[in-house]
């Protein structure tokens, strides 16, 4: 036997056409029963179940209506993401001026704003200490190179020169120390042979060297004369009254010329002619830049005898006979002493600048401490900076340990001296400098609103949490549904074709919407659409039998009945039919008004097909004869006289 699609779209019209003659009797009957009213209200017309305007397609409808509700969930969130950064960013806005240094900074500005301190504290202490030495290393030679001139055409020698316009070249020098109280002084070596001289020679220079300053008005405001009066006259190493003449042996370093030239604090007398050898620090630094021909740089000082503590450092540089800097046969002929005040340059670090500054910083070098009668040298000095104010904490590291991971430190001055040459006992030191955050800081930026502003984050962030998973929680209720539809097609699909025609019916259609649509055309209506075009599912069966089956007196007796009592009749006997059919391995081909046709030997192949199909047909009269007797109480008479008529047609 082959079965194919037009064939069977031939026997289905045929069955149609059978079943419509069946309804047109029932609705005749129905409206004879009825009466009038009944015909008017309706129209005239009853409804055909099997019109395609009839029809819902439950699974797009379904898929429709969650489309929707998945829509309006994401008109939602988006509503709720546009509303809550529209109010953030008024409220950013709004609040800038008030949280700006609390809300914005919480995290990240602290941390940025030091970074940005101390980088310039570094960066400005390096390329300052970086000038200053080679504005003193311009300075010593254009001495060295102006002295070898004029003393050639005098016909004179060192020490007994004077350098010119000394406060203007001095002014210049102080004023890349970026500090407020430098002081430079030039000291000549006076051998003890030529001590008397020297004396004779400086008290001579004095006067015009006083003038000069006193014109440019840098003598503080005394005259010419006030400071001649208050110049002694010879060298000398003591401030103490009376004043001690310098000792009569080894060279000797007086200071001949100064700037600014005014007292020094404490002191009734000038420091013209004061032995700079009488303090120990300079004494040492003498002899290293001596030796080694090139600056040196003492520890940081601690003053004493002042209100306040102040630290500094002295720094030498050598002057030579000659200026050539590539001739290891010039001499060291005098020294430009410069001492720098360290809490001076980080008061005028941040001058005007930024008032969160609030820092610690630590300057360090490697030579280990000394101690004088006068001053006390060491190698740790800590420094608070507080804006544009600061202050000496004291003679070590001071800082808070808790901030040692955001340490910034930089070598400032290394003078990349060979150590080898230094004499023994002394120290050239290599300086660092160490930055840390103080406590000040930290206290700057530390507010009560934290909490507030964190928790507003956290809460914006946690309701977009929530809107997203409603989202997500819409999207998978409606997989959920569609899934459901899908699996109660499935099971209504398995009960009308065999496993093997559904597989490949649904190889065939490729999705779910395309099985949904095969089903219900398959079982309510067969349209041209699908005639056209479409591939047909043909399979030989040459061993089958089948079986036609349908009630004899059906149409007079359901012209009589109501429709659900013809319908009653129907699923009592079609349900036995099933069942029989099931027991015997039959397939049900399909049922056509009081039409019932199956097959035995389909899709499964089987030898005994036709007694099969046999055994079934007895057993169906059997059967059919029991349920008519049973329902004719409730069906009325006549029921018991149907029949079941079965012919049965072995292909072989």
Same mark, same amino acid.
């Given at each position: 036997?082959?079965?194919?699609?037009?064939?069977?779209?031939?026997?289905?019209?045929?069955?149609?056409?059978?079943?419509?003659?069946?309804?047109?009797?029932?609705?005749?009957?129905?409206?004879?029963?009825?009466?009038?009213?009944?015909d008017?209200s309706?129209?005239?017309?009853?409804?055909?179940?099997?019109s395609?305007?009839?029809?819902?397609n439950?699974?797009?409808?379904?898929?429709?209506?969650?489309?929707?509700?998945?829509?309006?969930?994401?008109?939602?969130?988006?509503?709720?993401?546009?509303?809550?950064?529209?109010?953030?960013?008024?409220g950013?806005?709004?609040?800038?001026?008030?949280?700006?240094s609390?809300?914005?900074?919480?995290?990240?500005?602290?941390?940025q704003?030091?970074s940005?301190y101390?980088?310039?504290?570094?960066?400005?202490s390096?390329?300052t200490?970086?000038?200053?030495?080679n504005?003193l290393d311009?300075?010593s030679?254009?001495?060295s190179?102006q002295a070898a001139?004029?003393?050639?055409?005098?016909?004179?020698?060192?020490?007994?020169?004077?350098i010119p316009d000394?406060?203007?070249r001095?002014?210049?020098?102080?004023e890349?120390?970026?500090?407020?109280?430098p002081?430079?002084?030039f000291?000549?070596?006076?051998?003890?042979?030529?001590?008397k001289?020297?004396?004779?020679f400086?008290?001579?220079?004095?006067?015009?060297?006083?003038?000069?300053? &006193?014109?440019? @008005? *840098?003598?503080?405001?005394?005259?010419t004369?006030? %400071?001649? =009066?208050?110049?002694? +006259?010879f060298?000398?190493?003591s401030f103490?009254?009376?004043?001690?003449?310098?000792p009569?042996?080894?060279?000797?370093?007086?200071?001949?010329?100064?700037?600014?030239?005014?007292?020094?604090?404490?002191l009734s007398?000038?420091l013209m002619?004061?032995?700079?050898?009488?303090?120990?620090?300079?004494?040492?630094?003498?002899?290293?830049?001596r030796?080694i021909?090139?600056?040196?740089?003492?520890?940081?000082?601690?003053?004493?005898?002042?209100?306040t503590?102040?630290?500094?450092?002295?720094?030498?540089?050598?002057v030579?006979?000659?200026a050539?800097?590539?001739?290891?046969?010039?001499?060291?002929?005098?020294?430009?002493?410069l001492?720098?005040h360290?809490l001076?340059?980080f008061k005028?670090? &941040?001058h005007? @600048? *930024?008032?969160?500054?609030?820092?610690?910083?630590? %300057?360090? =070098?490697?030579?280990p +401490?000394?101690r004088?009668a006068?001053?006390?040298?060491?190698?740790?000095?800590t420094?608070?900076i507080d804006?544009?104010?600061?202050?000496?904490?004291?003679?070590?590291?001071?800082?808070?340990a808790?901030?040692d991971?955001?340490?910034v430190?930089e070598?400032?001055?290394?003078?990349?001296?060979?150590?080898?040459?230094v004499?023994?006992?002394l120290c050239?030191?290599?300086?660092?400098?160490?930055?840390?955050?103080?406590?000040l800081?930290?206290?700057?930026?530390?507010?009560?609103?934290?909490a507030?502003?964190?928790s507003?984050?956290?809460?914006?962030?946690?309701?977009?949490v929530?809107?997203?998973?409603?989202y997500?929680?819409?999207?998978?209720?409606?997989?959920?549904?569609?899934?459901?539809?899908?699996?109660?097609? *499935?099971?209504?699909?398995?009960?009308v074709?065999?496993?093997a025609?559904?597989?490949?019916l649904?190889?065939?259609?490729?999705?779910?919407?395309?099985?949904?649509q095969?089903v219900?055309?398959?079982?309510?209506?067969v349209?041209?659409?699908?005639?056209i075009?479409?591939?047909?599912?043909?399979?030989?069966?040459?061993?089958?039998?089948?079986?036609?089956?349908?009630?004899?007196?059906?149409t007079?007796?359901?012209s009589?009945?109501?429709?659900?009592?013809v319908?009653?009749?129907?699923?009592?006997?079609?349900?036995?039919l099933?069942t029989?059919?099931?027991r015997y391995?039959?397939?049900?081909?399909?049922?056509?008004?009081?039409?019932?046709?199956a097959?035995?030997?389909i899709?499964?192949?089987?030898?005994?097909?036709?007694i099969?199909?046999?055994?079934?047909?007895?057993?169906a009269?059997?059967?059919?004869k029991?349920?008519?007797?049973?329902?004719?109480?409730?069906?009325?008479?006549d029921t018991?006289?149907?029949?079941l008529?079965i012919?049965?047609?072995?292909?072989?």
């Amino acid at each position: 036997m082959l079965l194919f699609r037009k064939e069977a779209v031939s026997a289905i019209e045929y069955n149609k056409r059978r079943v419509a003659k069946m309804n047109d009797s029932s609705i005749h009957a129905k409206q004879s029963a009825l009466g009038p009213e009944s015909d008017s209200s309706t129209g005239g017309e009853i409804p055909d179940p099997s019109s395609p305007s009839q029809q819902e397609n439950v699974p797009l409808d379904v898929a429709r209506r969650e489309e929707k509700h998945v829509f309006r969930a994401k008109i939602f969130a988006t509503i709720i993401l546009l509303v809550a950064s529209g109010k953030s960013i008024l409220g950013f806005r709004f609040n800038y001026n008030r949280i700006s240094s609390n809300f914005i900074l919480i995290f990240f500005y602290p941390i940025q704003k030091f970074s940005g301190y101390a980088s310039e504290v570094v960066t400005v202490s390096r390329e300052t200490t970086g000038q200053l030495f080679n504005a003193l290393d311009a300075f010593s030679v254009s001495i060295s190179s102006q002295a070898a001139m004029e003393l050639e055409l005098l016909n004179s020698s060192w020490p007994f020169y004077r350098i010119p316009d000394w406060s203007v070249r001095a002014q210049r020098l102080v004023e890349l120390t970026r500090m407020e109280d430098p002081s430079v002084s030039f000291d000549p070596i006076v051998r003890q042979d030529e001590r008397k001289a020297w004396e004779d020679f400086a008290n001579g220079e004095y006067p015009i060297e006083y003038q000069y300053s &006193f014109e440019k @008005g *840098d003598t503080g405001g005394m005259t010419t004369e006030e %400071l001649l =009066n208050k110049t002694i +006259p010879f060298i000398y190493q003591s401030f103490n009254s009376p004043v001690v003449p310098a000792p009569g042996t080894g060279d000797l370093l007086p200071m001949f010329q100064q700037y600014p030239l005014d007292l020094f604090p404490g002191l009734s007398e000038m420091l013209m002619n004061w032995d700079a050898q009488s303090l120990p620090a300079v004494r040492d630094l003498f002899r290293i830049t001596r030796a080694i021909k090139r600056p040196a740089v003492g520890g940081f000082f601690i003053q004493l005898g002042r209100d306040t503590k102040a630290s500094g450092t002295q720094v030498v540089q050598p002057v030579f006979d000659r200026a050539d800097t590539a001739d290891e046969a010039r001499r060291v002929v005098g020294i430009v002493s410069l001492r720098l005040h360290w809490l001076d340059y980080f008061k005028n670090l &941040f001058h005007g @600048g *930024d008032s969160d500054v609030r820092l610690i910083v630590v %300057l360090k =070098n490697s030579c280990p +401490p000394s101690r004088h009668a006068s001053a006390i040298s060491e190698h740790v000095v800590t420094f608070q900076i507080d804006g544009s104010n600061a202050m000496v904490l004291g003679e070590k590291d001071l800082h808070n340990a808790k901030f040692d991971s955001m340490e910034v430190t930089e070598t400032f001055i290394d003078l990349a001296v060979d150590h080898s040459q230094v004499p023994v006992g002394l120290c050239v030191p290599t300086s660092t400098l160490h930055v840390y955050p103080s406590e000040l800081l930290e206290e700057k930026f530390e507010t009560n609103n934290r909490a507030i502003y964190t928790s507003v984050v956290v809460t914006i962030f946690s309701f977009t949490v929530l809107v997203f998973l409603l989202y997500d929680f819409v999207v998978g209720r409606l997989q959920r549904k569609v899934m459901e539809r899908i699996n109660k097609q *499935d099971m209504i699909v398995a009960n009308v074709f065999p496993s093997a025609i559904r597989d490949r019916l649904y190889q065939a259609q490729g999705n779910a919407l395309q099985q949904s649509q095969m089903v219900n055309q398959s079982t309510n209506s067969v349209g041209t659409e699908n005639e056209i075009g479409a591939a047909p599912l043909a399979d030989l069966f040459p061993n089958t039998s089948i079986v036609f089956a349908d009630i004899a007196g059906f149409t007079s007796w359901s012209s009589a009945r109501e429709p659900q009592q013809v319908f009653i009749l129907l699923e009592n006997i079609y349900g036995a039919l099933d069942t029989i059919a099931n027991r015997y391995a039959i397939f049900k081909v399909e049922t056509v008004g009081d039409c019932y046709v199956a097959a035995a030997g389909i899709p499964d192949p089987m030898d005994n097909h036709a007694i099969v199909a046999c055994k079934f047909a007895r057993e169906a009269l059997k059967k059919t004869k029991e349920i008519t007797h049973q329902m004719e109480v409730s069906l009325g008479p006549d029921t018991a006289a149907l029949d079941l008529r079965i012919g049965i047609h072995r292909y072989e």
